[in-house]
């Protein structure tokens, strides 16, 4: 199962209307494969990388945003569960705001080393 940790310092989440658990956040650099892998996968929040998480959920869709100051930018729509918080990413492995997981490619050959 696919995982991403994002460190979010700004607050942008947003409850789905009419829904009682379900939150979009945004506004990521992803790259299409990897938005579209996500889905049915978790994403956990972080206000910094040692931290643990402190929201975040299955991923449910994504989408780009179309217009305005982060036009072609990822927004995750995911369901809120309890048991997406106070999860540690571990070390290693971050981006500058990601840190992703990929489950390995069945049949693919592990790289030596």
Known sequence: MPKIHLIEREGRFERVPKSKDEWESGYWTLTPAVAASLIGGDVYFHSAQREPSHFGGAVLGTRVQADGVFAGRTVLKFRYTKEHRGVRAGAGGWGVEKKLILDP??????APG
């Not at 490619?105 to 592990?110: R, S």
């Open 105 to 110: 490619v069945p049949g693919a050959v592990p």
